[in-house]
């Protein structure tokens, strides 16, 4: 969370193809590190520098897409970003458990199949160079202004009502979703891979529903799709609170996550369409810090919640959070595609922004 700053500030100052290619290289150093060192007290602070470079890919890649692509397939860009990237996730999950089981029985040594494992996860992601390699990447758009200094950004005066969405939506989902395997085994008494097989039809749904909400967004709009797709999860979640019918609590789960992540990376589309190219970058780190802070609070709420209530109490008020997030959404922008002209359904050759608003 605290490395979404400074990377925003270096994308004002580098071309976003360099910090890439840096972050990968260093995430790709640090999993290394963390295989040959034996000191828990290095361990620590190379885990954090791991998690701090993929935090740069996160606040770069809308930017990044924005300053690479047109109108014509944009919004097709943010949502298959997000699908590769959750579908690649649980492959690799699946793919290193599996390895690194097998290589700890062939080698006598689960210790030496887990660094392996986690040596050849650090070859792969230096491989991720090769593409980037061969991506042109614009001279960064940052106004530098005599006085500004390290701090070459401007904050958009839309900023706020942008943050109110993941304020509340990070909110509501860190007082529950961290905690829905819990849901399965307690309340359904269910095992680790009934809910493990239950989770991985969630992550497909979930890859599809990213694909689906750019299409949809191109019909309807971006603001309508992506508060539709919260409200519309809604009804599903207040079931998960309630039901103690298994199938009905499954298909509740399958559904609520398929439409809740539908709207990630139309709404991340539109926050860059309505800010200035050079304030994408600090945009996008904001939004990002602002939903892993309200999340890193929630969790321990709801973690007491639970504990202390069951699951029922912080679905419901995950529930009222994410309807005033919606609400807000469309309130504070129903009208703001309009007005500024974006256009999603009309295709375009000039790489170029569609826009520049004036914040």
Do not use: C
């Not at 828990?40 to 935090?55: D, E, K, M, N, Q």
């Not at 690649?88 to 199949?113: E, F, K, M």
């Not at 298909?251 to 926050?271: E, H, I, K």
């Not at 709801?302 to 679905?315: A, S, V």
């Amino acid at each position: 969370m605290l490395m979404a700053i400074p990377a925003s500030m270096l994308a004002a100052k580098v071309r976003m193809k360099w910090l890439l290619i840096g972050a990968t290289l260093l995430g790709s150093i640090a999993y290394m590190l963390l295989v040959v060192l034996h000191s828990v007290h290095l361990l620590f602070p190379i885990a954090t520098l791991a998690g701090a470079s993929f935090i740069v890919h996160h606040v770069i890649a809308a930017p990044f897409f924005m300053r690479n692509s047109t109108s014509k397939e944009r919004i097709y860009l943010f949502g298959l970003n997000y699908a590769v990237e959750i579908l690649s996730s649980v492959i690799g999950v699946a793919g290193g458990g599996w390895l690194a089981h097998v290589l700890g029985q062939r080698l006598d040594s689960n210790l030496l199949g887990l660094r392996i494992t986690l040596l050849g996860s650090a070859g792969m992601l230096a491989l991720a160079t090769i593409p980037y390699l061969l991506i042109h990447s614009p001279s960064p758009l940052a106004e530098r202004k005599p006085g500004t200094g390290l701090w070459p950004i401007r904050i958009p005066k839309v900023l706020p009502r942008l943050l109110v969405t993941p304020l509340l939506i990070g909110s509501g989902a860190g007082l529950v979703i961290p905690f829905l395997n819990l849901y399965f085994r307690d309340r359904f008494a269910l095992e680790s891979d009934g809910i493990g097989r239950i989770f991985a039809v969630s992550q497909a749904l979930t890859a599809v529903g990213f694909v689906l909400g750019p299409a949809l967004a191109k019909r309807f709009g971006m603001v309508r799709t992506a508060a539709a797709s919260e409200l519309l999860s809604v009804p599903f979640f207040t079931t998960l609170a309630f039901s103690f019918n298994l199938p009905l609590s499954i298909a509740a789960f399958w559904l609520r996550g398929a439409l809740m992540n539908m709207n990630q990376p139309v709404s991340r589309n539109f926050a860059m369409e309505i800010v200035k190219p050079h304030e994408q970058a600090f945009t996008n780190a904001m939004v990002e810090m602002t939903w892993s802070a309200s999340w890193m609070v929630s969790t321990q709420v709801g973690g007491i919640l639970i504990e202390k209530h069951g699951f029922k109490i912080p679905m419901l008020i995950a529930v009222g959070l994410y309807t005033t997030a919606s609400s807000l959404y469309l309130r504070f922008f129903h009208d703001t595609e309009r007005q500024l002209g974006i256009r999603v359904k009309k295709t375009v050759t000039d790489p170029e922004p569609l826009l520049e608003p004036q914040g």
